[in-house]
Nanobody, 120 residues
Framework: QLVVSGGGLVQPGGSLRLSCAASGFIFDDYAIGWFRQAPGKEREGVACISRRGGSPDYAGSVKGRFTISIDNARKAVSLQMNGLKPEDTAVYYC????WGPGWKSWVDYWGQGTQVTVSS
């Protein structure tokens, strides 16, 4: 199970933090990715991390603004989003996947989505 929390409305330049709490599977065997889907657009892989992997992977559009991290005690993955822009507005999802260059295509379980709206 993947339970998402966070999201909401924020002004441009602001920050939000999303969390994805994992349970019911061996956390170390998988990677957790964050995806987003804006109205009328395809779902986009935003960031991915694995406890057994190397450095986290980020989409170019968020690199330097978003930070993905693991809370080991809680088996949760957070996405800290800073410097938010209106184009970051989307429904954000976390997902269980496999670590590697194809992580965006290897998702086998989705958490629920949460709305992030960046607007003044």
């Amino acid at each position: 199970q993947l339970v998402v929390s966070g999201g909401g409305l924020v002004q441009p330049g602001g920050s939000l933090r999303l969390s994805c709490a994992a349970s019911g599977f061996i956390f170390d065997d998988y990677a957790i990715g964050w995806f987003r889907q804006a109205p009328g657009k395809e779902r986009e892989g935003v960031a991915c991390i694995s406890r057994r992997g190397g450095s986290p992977d980020y989409a170019g559009s968020v690199k330097g603004r978003f930070t993905i991290s693991i809370d080991n005690a809680r088996k949760a993955v957070s996405l800290q989003m800073n410097g938010l822009k209106p184009e970051d507005t989307a429904v954000y999802y976390c997902a269980r996947t496999r670590w590697g260059p194809g992580w965006k295509s290897w998702v086998d379980y989705w958490g629920q989505g949460t709305q992030v709206t960046v607007s003044s």
